[in-house]
């Protein structure tokens, strides 16, 4: 049973920073996807990151490219979102995915009844 547990989440001004850990346990294949995904009140989730943990592709939502880094730590089995010049429209509540036998992101972003979830860990960011 693959367990995600977030943290890092809380409050910043605009144009600060935030970075959120997703730490992995139980038994998750060696391909696998790892993405991170918000879900705003009144809106739908949407997937801002991804990564491929074979060879560390990344995908990132137009919205958050050039702000938002995804990268992991294989050690210690932890996914890393690092946030900067965050912005108000940034503020949700921010979920960790896990996708076993992962052969391409398209999966985990889009297949996502197959994922495995975190419980969510919220950024909130004032103007």
């Known amino acids: 049973q693959v367990q995600l547990v977030e943290s890092g989440g809380g409050s910043v001004q605009a144009g600060g920073s935030l970075r959120l850990s997703c730490a992995v346990s139980?038994?998750?294949?060696?391909?696998?996807?790892m993405a991170w995904f918000r879900q705003a009140p009144g809106k739908s989730r949407e997937g801002v990151a991804a990564?491929?943990?074979?060879?560390?592709?990344?995908f990132y939502a137009d919205s958050v490219k050039g702000r938002f880094t995804v990268s992991q730590d294989n050690a210690e089995n932890t996914v890393y979102l690092q946030m900067n010049s965050l912005k108000p429209e940034d503020t949700a509540m921010y979920y960790c995915?896990?996708?076993?036998?992962?052969?391409?992101?398209?999966?985990?972003?889009?297949?996502?009844?197959?994922?495995?979830w975190g419980q969510g860990t919220q950024v909130t960011v004032s103007s």
């Open positions: 995915a896990a996708r076993d036998w992962c052969m391409e992101l398209s999966q985990i972003l889009h297949e996502v009844d197959n994922n495995y």
């Open positions: 139980g038994y998750i294949a060696s391909s696998a996807c």
């Open positions: 990564i491929y943990t074979v060879d560390s592709t990344t």
